[in-house]
């Protein structure tokens, strides 16, 4: 795996920082490790070197990743929407990180649409959709925390890693692949990795502080998802799960709560394909893919819930109810059959 970034590339990167002041960095709404983590990696190197940096994301984020450094002083649109809009009028820098379209910034769209500031992103999803000056993409990377690490090396900019920095591109990599159990199938990560670790990151500290989390109201939440609301369709050689307005109520939602869930069903032999759904009050019904192998999960997602993603892990949304988006997946089943079996 070669995630040379081009010498150009490089080259911008580090002129729009030295030449530059004021930057905000942004992420994608409901941003998960990979999304803090390089969000508060690089706004750390950047205030070290003495800018003025804020992280700005569309929406609030899990509890369990409030330790990471600076995460508390991140500005959410949902909280600090005229602060946000203050703040981006001034920048100089607009740093993109583990997105590949704006779009997936929601509410904050239309305020990094109207900035015409240069921008930088940091991303490994496919088809990237973003105008940036500085564009770094590979799809193949586990993490945007792995690319991350690269640029930050091939900029020269390794001296300002620090713990922090470390903690922080580590739980990016650990998270973005499932705690190295998918998308880290080449030795080049375990080398970042490894170099991580010699920042004296903390790894079980990492790993109490995001897998070992839940309330007891969770983790009845997640019981009751497994046993109750999940469908098993062997024909198929998939499943799907759903997470309905009053599972919510009955076990106190809180956001990040069902994070996970979706790759339970993975671990079952013969189960190649499965789906969350996840109903809200307001907006449409989320749903959530994971495939095992060559079952091309983006594809699906892309095909039948307006989403895409990366090839085993995917998300998409349904404009409807709950009842209709699980019949839309079951007539996705039927036309992908061939490719289940
Ligand atoms: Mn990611």
Not at 55 to 82: C, Q
Not at 169 to 183: A, Q
Not at 273 to 295: I, L, Q
Not at 302 to 316: I, K, S, W
Request: with cysteine.
């Amino acid at each position: 795996m070669d995630f040379t970034i081009e010498p150009q590339i490089v080259e911008k990167i580090q002129k729009l920082i030295a030449d530059n002041q004021v930057f905000a960095i942004t992420s994608h709404y409901n941003s998960d490790g990979d999304a803090l983590g390089s969000s508060t990696a690089f706004a750390e190197i950047l205030r070290q070197m003495g800018k003025t940096v804020k992280i700005v994301l569309p929406n609030d984020y899990p509890s369990f990743f409030r330790w990471m450094n600076g995460a508390r002083e991140i500005l959410t649109f949902d909280r600090n929407s005229k602060e946000i809009r203050e703040y981006v009028k001034n920048i100089d820098v607009l740093i993109c990180l583990d997105i590949n379209e704006l779009t997936r910034t929601e509410a904050l769209e239309p305020i990094f649409s109207e900035c015409t500031k240069p921008r930088i992103v940091v991303d490994h999803h496919i088809n990237l959709q973003i105008d940036a000056e500085a564009p770094v993409s590979f799809h193949e990377a586990s993490s945007t925390c792995e690319l991350l690490y690269h640029v930050l090396v091939a900029c020269g900019f390794e001296n300002y890693i620090d713990k922090s920095v470390a903690e922080s591109l580590y739980t990016g990599i650990m998270t973005d692949t499932g705690r190295l159990d998918y998308s880290s199938n080449y030795p080049e990560v375990y080398y970042v990795m490894g170099n991580l670790l010699r920042y004296n990151v903390n790894k079980s500290f990492i790993h109490e502080k995001i897998n070992q989390v839940y309330s007891y109201d969770r983790f009845s939440l997640q019981a009751t998802v497994m046993k109750e609301n999940f469908v098993y369709l062997p024909e198929y050689h998939a499943g799907y799960m759903t997470i309905t307005n009053q599972n919510k109520k009955d076990y106190n939602f809180q956001l990040g709560d069902s994070e996970g869930f979706v790759n339970m069903p993975l671990c079952m032999r013969d189960l190649k394909f499965v789906a969350m759904f996840t109903e809200y009050e307001k907006g449409p019904v989320k749903a959530s893919f994971r495939s095992k192998g060559k079952f091309p999960a983006n594809e699906f997602a892309g095909d039948y819930f307006n989403g895409g993603g990366h090839f085993n892990a995917a998300g998409g949304k349904y404009q409807g109810t709950l009842s209709e988006a699980i019949e839309v997946f079951r007539k996705g089943l039927e036309d992908y059959k061939e490719k289940l079996q």
